[in-house]
């Protein structure tokens, strides 16, 4: 008989939620990363200013916390997990006129917070698009990637550089 590749879909498949209950609850942790590029005019000006909406870092910061906290509700077959800590920082890389985004979330629970690092990486992205489009809407978010977990069966990942 066929093994189901893809764990989200019943024999018939259907949807279903992946049943987690004879897992043992282990210390996860899942990092991603991506990047929001600007033009040179734009990168410069929200560099130096706060703009009229809030102070762009730590308004971007707080809605990926808060995105990464409620990934159960956006992504339907996604577990209710408890999350122990997210950790988002923002950098600014001149050269290139972006702001790279790595997100950090941990737990101890029966299954992984890559999906809660994924999504907390891309609202805080959208947030800083959101709060930028004023100036000019010339912008790219780009290469939002999971590039390490631990924890699980499935052990330890990390991405290769290409």
Do not use: W
């Not at 990047?35 to 971007?60: A, M, P």
């Amino acid at each position: 008989m066929k093994k189901n590749i893809i764990k989200h879909l019943t024999k018939g498949r259907s949807p279903n939620i992946v049943d987690i209950s004879k897992k043992k609850e282990t210390k996860r942790i899942a990092i991603a990363e991506g990047f929001i590029r600007f033009n040179k005019k734009t990168y410069n000006k929200i560099s130096k200013i706060k703009i009229s909406k809030g102070e762009i870092i730590n308004v971007s910061i707080i809605s990926g916390i808060m995105a990464s906290k409620k990934t159960h509700e956006l992504i339907p077959l996604c577990h209710n997990i408890p999350i122990e800590n997210v950790n988002i920082d923002i950098k600014s890389i001149d050269k290139n006129q972006l702001f790279k985004v790595i997100c950090k979330v941990s737990t101890f629970a029966k299954t992984g917070v890559e999906m809660e690092a994924l999504t907390g990486v891309s609202i805080t992205l959208l947030t800083i698009y959101d709060m930028c489009k004023s100036i000019n809407k010339d912008m790219t978010i780009e290469n939002i990637s999971l590039i390490q977990k631990t924890g699980g069966k499935s052990g330890k990942y990390i991405k290769k550089l290409i």
